[in-house]
């Protein structure tokens, strides 16, 4: 198991490495989207996942990078990949603003503000046309470069899923996980959690950031309603669930599994195929609450790193 | 000898209910202290205002000299005052080991050999990796216990330590308590057992109704009519 399961690893980025050489355009937007998922997936699960604390409005942060990288490569002329890591700032600064207050409530609270925090961004780059476009959106220069963002898109999604085991087998990703599990015994035993979970949330953000923009540049066109949609955060957190929150694979196996069927389902039946995402929700709330590796993990005494 | 803890007049209100109603008392340096008192007169409250889980209304609470009572739970347990919890508190899908390796601030090759010893003390070694949530209730007793130990703070709180916990065990942990008190840290506990504290308590505070009903040794308190009036009834 130790020794095949780099091997195995190495051997999948190699072949994601190569895919572009012989994919089709389809091919290639096809799976940039699916990175693009395991990076959000992943990065609702640094929070949520490790913490314990659910944000509900995670597209906030996607939408936010997207506008911020936007503005700044129509404006400001920057390069798209640098634009994009702006955007990664933009949303990890705001994490840190909502964060100080927000991250002070408990359970549902902290779900419903981040929520409302959605919502909120959305009407204000709405509001400021001058520099967004407001309803009407904000169109970028046109640009060829889904190969160059495929790579951008799997460059990030590893990244964050690197992240994410660093800090799962430390003691600040326990430290994390006391918070979860006992936050009065956490903060009894000398754990500052509002520090802890504020890091936390601003790592959470930092990806989703750099992706919308990135999924921004791919799309060449953004407006309100396309960057800041409540169903994705609903699928990021359904990704994480499925796949198995609180694990570092769980989430990207989650949004494979899911993004996968999603293709294969939408693309035969279009009505058919959110009615059919809704079970998963129901089912996998109900009957497997830990996720396809929580299980896995309870049931062979599996240990966290797998 | 200057007090390690004092507390000066401290109140703390639910809406009208004063639970803790100007409680004053200090606790001299590397000894053993009980905290009785009927249920709901306030221990608990106490502890927790002590130790910044909830924040007391009115008066001073003093830890070496200097007022503790408007800072947060985690700065009071880094100036060393540690504590458990009535109801358990361990982290239940940590392992045995990882619930005490988040308490540190050492090094981590530190924090582990400091787990390992105090996971012996306990004889819990062989348990090091199991799931703490997994354990027996007298088990994770043990293992909140010794989380407690493991930035060696100077004064402990522990509150009700033998309930659950078996005759054997118990001898074991009240042992462990002495021993830290030898080793000069101050101990403050609540418990119903009488015979706890009684044996291992060299003065004793008695609550009623979130005020202090008493204070003295032991045998005084025993026979004290007061204490017999609030535990009993006239």
Redesign the interface.
């Known amino acids: 198991m130790k020794r095949w399961f780099p091997a195995g690893l190495a051997l999948l980025a190699v072949a994601l490495a190569l895919y572009p050489l012989q994919a089709t355009g389809y091919g290639v937007r096809v799976m940039l989207q699916l990175f693009m998922w395991i990076a959000l997936a992943q990065s609702w699960n640094l929070i949520s996942g490790l913490t314990g604390y659910v944000s509900f409005g995670h597209v906030v942060f996607f939408g936010t990078g997207a506008y911020a990288s936007s503005v700044l490569i129509v404006t400001l002329g920057w390069a798209w990949p640098l634009a994009c890591l702006g955007g990664g700032v933009a949303a990890a600064v705001l994490a840190l603003l909502i964060g100080w207050p927000c991250l002070r409530l408990k359970g549902p609270y902290f779900a419903i503000a981040t929520l409302g925090l959605n919502e909120v961004m959305r009407v204000v780059v709405s509001y400021y046309e001058g520099l967004t476009g407001g309803g009407n959106g904000l169109s970028l220069p046109t640009l060829y470069a889904s190969v160059e963002i495929y790579y951008a898109m799997g460059i990030v999604a590893a990244v964050v899923t690197a992240v994410t085991y660093v800090i799962v087998t430390s003691?600040f990703g326990?430290?994390l996980?006391?918070i979860?599990?006992?936050e009065?015994?956490?903060?009894?035993?000398?754990?500052?959690?509002l520090r802890y979970k504020l890091y936390a949330f601003l790592l959470s953000a930092a990806a989703p950031g750099i992706v919308g923009g990135l999924s921004a540049r791919d799309q060449g066109y953004i407006e309100p309603l396309s960057v800041f949609p409540l169903i994705m955060t609903i699928t990021m957190i359904v990704m994480a669930l499925f796949g198995g929150k609180g694990t570092i694979w769980g989430p990207v196996l989650g949004a494979a599994l899911l993004f996968a069927f999603q293709e294969v389902v939408w693309a035969r039946f279009i009505y058919l195929h959110q009615l059919l995402f809704g079970a998963i929700i129901v089912g996998v709330v109900l009957l497997m609450p830990r996720g396809i590796l929580g299980v896995l993990q309870q049931k062979y005494n599996l240990p966290r790193t797998i | 000898m200057a007090p390690i803890l004092e507390l000066r007049g401290v109140v703390k209100r639910f809406g009208g209910v004063a639970a803790v109603n100007g409680v004053s008392l200090a606790l001299e340096p590397g000894r053993i202290y009980g905290l009785i008192g009927p249920n709901g007169s306030g221990k608990t409250t106490l502890f927790n205002c002590i130790?910044?889980?909830d924040q007391a209304d009115e008066g001073q609470i003093l830890f070496k000299g200097r007022r503790i009572d408007r800072l947060?739970?985690?700065q009071i347990?880094?100036l060393g005052v540690g504590?458990t919890?009535q109801v358990i508190?361990?982290?239940?899908?940590?392992t045995a080991l990882?619930n005490l390796?988040?308490?540190?601030?050492t090094g981590?090759a530190e924090?582990r050999r400091r787990a390992q010893e105090l996971l012996a003390l306990v004889k819990l070694e062989r348990l090091a990796g199991e799931f703490a949530g997994n354990l027996s209730y007298g088990q994770q007793k043990l293992v909140e216990f010794i989380?407690v130990l493991m930035?060696d703070p100077e004064l402990i709180l522990l509150d009700e330590p033998a309930a659950g916990v078996n005759r054997t065990l118990l001898n074991e942990l009240l042992d462990a308590v002495r021993r830290l008190r030898d080793q000069g840290k101050t101990v403050l506990l609540v418990e119903h057992d009488m015979k706890v504290v009684m044996g291992l308590c060299e003065t004793v505070f008695v609550l009623d109704h979130g005020e202090k009903l008493a204070e003295g040794a032991p045998g005084v308190i025993q026979a004290d009519e007061r204490v017999i009036e609030a535990y009993f009834g006239r």
């Open positions: 003691r326990l430290r996980m006391t979860r599990e006992d009065v015994a956490a903060e009894a035993m000398g754990i500052d959690t | 130790t910044g889980v947060k739970p985690h347990f880094h504590r919890f508190r361990v982290f239940p899908e940590l990882e390796l988040v308490v540190t601030t981590y924090a989380r930035t």
